[in-house]
């Protein structure tokens, strides 16, 4: 118990040293909450513009330890189930508030990853996809299949219209190619939603392969109203 009290108190006066954040608002903060809590949703500490930007480098730092983790424990990564999948893009996107960022994870056979590739980054609201850069990676790295991941800024997990519509076009180009897209992760604050756990991801083509360029939004009606609370709690 001492021991548990005592770790609390280092891990306060690190994060209060690391985002500049008041000891004692803090330290009042935890009294009655998870401490994790401050890092998954920084605005109710209503933090000024620096050390928002300073939690978000710590958001950020963290998840680049938790992907070093994941490398350490295994020679190759593999995203065999929807759970680990999920985990793994957590890592890569959680907490990102900032930004929409698309990525795919190439894998091979054995679901092993080749590579991961941060596929387009746009603003908070939208984020263009390029098809035909996915193909051209695709097939450099000689893939078998392939999961599709990118966050929603605003903390939602639910899959859009135009979620499901990229997602479609994607098994319309890889389908033919005998490329399997596996999976398609929604990050949204420190949790995912997989579309093959929902068992909505698609299987076969509905359509002849296109190359346009595809914008992810507009924003979900969940994902305004989050943006709205955090727009007035600054």
């Known amino acids: 118990m001492k021991q548990d009290i005592l770790h609390t108190e ?8 690391l985002t500049g954040l008041p000891y004692k608002k803090v330290q009042q903060y ?13 605005h109710i500490m209503e933090p000024n513009d620096r050390q928002l930007e300073k939690i978000g ?4 730092f963290i998840a680049s330890y938790n992907i ?16 680990i999948a999920g985990q793994y893009f957590l890592a890569l996107l959680g907490g990102m508030k900032d930004k929409e960022r698309f990525m795919v994870a190439f894998l091979d056979s054995g679901n092993n990853i080749i590579e991961t590739k941060t596929m387009s980054e746009g ?4 984020t263009a996809v390029y098809p035909r850069e996915i193909l051209k990676y695709a097939l450099a790295c000689d893939c078998n299949t392939m999961i599709l991941a990118h966050n929603h800024p605003g903390g939602s997990k639910n ?9 479609q076009r994607m098994v319309d180009i890889f389908h033919p190619l005998e490329i399997k897209v596996l999976d398609h992760i929604i990050v949204g604050g420190r949790s995912y939603t997989s579309m093959a756990e929902k068992g909505i991801i698609p299987c076969q ?8 360029m595809i914008t992810l939004g507009p924003i979900p009606a969940e994902e305004k109203r ?9």
């Not at 989050?226 to 600054?234: A, D, E, I, Q, Y």
């Open 123 to 126: 603003s908070i609201g939208q």
């Open 30 to 42: 935890v009294k009655e909450n998870n401490p994790f809590n401050i890092l998954e949703h920084p």
């Open 226 to 234: 989050n943006r709205f609370k955090h727009t007035h709690l600054r």
């Open 57 to 60: 480098l710590l958001n950020e």
């Open 68 to 83: 070093l983790k994941i490398y350490e424990s295994n020679e190759k990564v593999m995203l065999n189930s929807s759970t």
């Open 159 to 167: 899959f859009s219209p135009e979620d499901r519509a990229l997602t």
């Open 205 to 212: 083509s509905k359509g002849t392969a296109n190359y346009e």
């Open 10 to 17: 280092n891990f306060l006066k690190g994060l209060t040293t």
